[in-house]
């Protein structure tokens, strides 16, 4: 794996919306995605043996968890992991509900904002936090 690139799970309960997003980050250098998710359960489950630097994360899940919710658990198992909150509903209010200390690395983006690949990409290099 080159050093410079950023590895990256996604994880978005719509099939065809993950693929596509896996499939255009996969072409850009530098990112490596190393697992994407349905649903939150798997996601945390692989978290700690996949060790990625940025989450790409729904806000909307279906049922269970929420991202917002999922970014702060995976966030308890690896504290440097950026996070990336996508969602069709243009609501940056629910970033408020992430703790001030721990709103570092996040980023949310209205999935209607992501015309061209680059805009995700930038998201996720900005998100990427230093290993401490």
């Known amino acids: ?5 950023t ?3 996604v994880i978005d309960d719509e099939d065809l919306f993950r693929d596509l997003l896996c499939r255009q980050l996969s072409g850009q ?7 994407d998710f349905a649903s939150a359960a798997p996601a945390l489950a692989s978290i700690s043996d ?15 968890i929420n991202g ?4 702060l658990k995976l966030r308890t198992a690896l504290p440097h992991l950026g996070i990336v909150l996508l969602s069709n509903v243009v609501d940056p209010s629910l970033l408020l509900t992430v703790p001030k200390a721990a709103l570092a690395g996040w980023l949310y983006l209205h999935k209607s904002s992501i015309r061209q690949i680059r805009t995700l990409v930038q998201a996720i290099v900005q998100t990427r936090q230093p290993v401490k």
């Open 7 to 9: 590895t990256v799970i």
């Open 29 to 35: 250098p530098e990112i490596r995605v190393i697992g």
């Open 1 to 5: 794996m080159n050093q410079d690139q």
């Open 50 to 64: 996949l060790r990625p630097d940025v989450a790409v994360l729904d806000i909307s899940l279906g049922s269970g």
């Open 68 to 71: 917002v919710q999922l970014g």
